[in-house]
């Protein structure tokens, strides 16, 4: 799989957020974005995912231009921002509602997945008695769950423990060794560091490769 952004741009309004930025993601990777809060990482993300259009530009994967034709990149999971599961369902039945929009994976291959991100002995308990960590864990599992080609993560350790960051980073570096493109922003530097192969600096509406 191969990503590629071309002289995409975005503006709200009159306020321009990207600007003519182009770069590139190719599997077997992990990419970093870094940038200060309103320097357009997440909206970046978004675009990528298909829930904003771009002002002008493209982005096309393997080649296919998925934008222009107002779908959504395949193959791909991501955690944006906010989580926005139901409320009153547990954890793995939250997961267990996801997973049944395409029947791909099994009850067992969920419980698998929320052992890995540390939720197993919580699986049962309502979303809304989660702590924000346990929330992010829940996040960060729908996106893998399902072992997508392409995993979009937007500042996935916040509120996590120390011993299951380290868990998770270990388990994302399995994903690159695997084959996976994973993109990860993050404001903590040691995030990026551990884990990025390459660096995508976000400042005044442009992308600048800085590893």
Do not use: W
């Not at 904003?52 to 934008?67: A, K, L």
């Not at 308990?125 to 829940?138: A, D, E």
Request: glycine share 6%.
């Amino acid at each position: 799989m191969k990503l590629k952004v071309n002289k995409l741009s975005k503006k709200f309004k009159e306020e321009v957020i990207l600007n003519n930025c182009s770069c590139s993601f190719e599997e077997g990777k992990i990419y970093g974005l870094v940038g200060r809060n309103g320097s357009g990482k997440s909206v970046f993300l978004k675009i990528i995912c298909g829930f904003y259009t771009p002002t002008s530009g493209e982005i096309t994967m393997d080649d296919y231009n998925y934008i222009a034709h107002n779908e959504f990149p395949k193959d791909t999971r991501a955690l944006i921002e906010k989580n926005n599961f139901l409320s009153d369902l547990s954890g793995y039945d939250n997961l267990k509602l996801l997973s049944s929009i395409q029947n791909k994976i099994s009850d067992e291959e969920i419980i698998e997945t929320l052992k890995q991100v540390g939720l197993s002995e919580y699986k049962d308990k309502k979303f809304n008695t989660y702590s924000l960590g346990m929330k992010q864990k829940l996040g960060i599992a729908q996106v893998l769950m399902e072992n997508p080609k392409l995993m979009i993560l937007d500042e996935p350790f916040n509120g996590i423990d120390e011993k299951s960051v380290e868990r998770l980073r270990e388990l994302l570096l399995k994903k690159k060794k695997e084959g996976h493109l994973i993109i990860i922003s993050s404001h903590i530097k040691e995030d990026i560091e551990y884990l990025a192969d390459v660096i995508y600096k976000f400042d005044n509406g442009k992308i600048i490769q800085s590893k």
